[in-house]
T-cell receptor, first 113, second 115 residues
Framework: DGGITQSPKYLFRKEGQNVTLSCEQN?????MYWYRQDPGQGLRLIYY???????QKGDIAEGYSVSREKKESFPLTVTSAQKNPTAFYLC????????????FGSGTQLSVL | GNSVTQMEGPVTLSEEAFLTINCTYT??????LFWYVQYPGEGLQLLLK?????DKGSNKGFEATYRKETTSFHLEKGSVQVSDSAVYFC??????????????FGKGTHLIIQP
């Protein structure tokens, strides 16, 4: 079954704790993205990666980190420096420079305890 | 900079009503335009797209026409169903050969269809 798998679906973070959100894809897509969704705010880009071992900051990268060691995986770490981490996090992929369609995972809801 | 403006929700309609969700954009070039739909607790799915002026995107009874003269891409459906209840996002992509591909989303419009 092809697609994008995000886990966990719900995640709780204690103050001062780092947490990692998983994003795995078997679509063989080069580009991967992390978006943050807040109510009434739309989607904002956190980080993106256009190829393995390379990634770039998006519009709101502060307090987050990523890695892209494998084509299939693009994990996002929410660090303790992110003071307002409660949001719905979406991972997306895209197949190539001429392919404009984004494929989205089902998201992870992160909440602060 | 590039931006997308959508009508604020929630938009509440009765089943079989006519739907319009307004979307206008500003861009420093000639973008591709998209409508994405998000059902509760899920990620976004591409609903339709248009890549140049006067193109009409259509899918599942929804339509939107790329209007360069009014910089608009309004979403319409002639007869909505309860299953159309979701959040709808208008978006643009302005590929400049680098960076994050310039994908910009509107804030989303929550559509509620009552039986």
């Amino acid at each position: 079954d092809g697609g994008i798998t995000q886990s966990p679906k719900y995640l709780f973070r204690k103050e001062g704790q780092n947490v990692t959100l998983s994003c795995e894809q078997n679509l063989n897509h080069d580009a991967m993205y992390w978006y943050r969704q807040d109510p009434g705010q739309g989607l904002r880009l956190i980080y993106y990666s256009q190829i393995v071992n390379d990634f770039q900051k998006g519009d709101i990268a502060e307090g987050y980190s990523v890695s892209r060691e494998k084509k299939e995986s693009f994990p996002l770490t929410v660090t303790s420096a992110q003071k307002n981490p409660t949001a719905f996090y979406l991972c997306a992929t895209r197949g190539g420079s001429t392919n404009e369609k984004l494929f989205f995972g089902s998201g992870t809801q992160l909440s602060v305890l | 900079g590039n931006s997308v403006t959508q009508m604020e929700g929630p938009v509440t309609l009765s089943e079989e009503a006519f739907l319009t969700i307004n979307c206008t954009y500003t861009a420093t070039g000639y973008p591709s335009l998209f409508w994405y739909v998000q059902y509760p607790g899920e990620g976004l799915q591409l609903l339709l797209k248009a890549t140049k002026a006067d193109d009409k995107g259509s899918n599942k009874g929804f339509e939107a026409t790329y209007r360069k003269e009014t910089t608009s891409f309004h979403l319409e459906k002639g007869s909505v169903q309860v299953s159309d209840s979701a959040v709808y996002f208008c978006a643009l992509r302005l590929y400049s050969g680098g960076g994050a591909d310039g994908l910009t989303f509107g804030k989303g419009t929550h559509l509620i269809i009552q039986p």
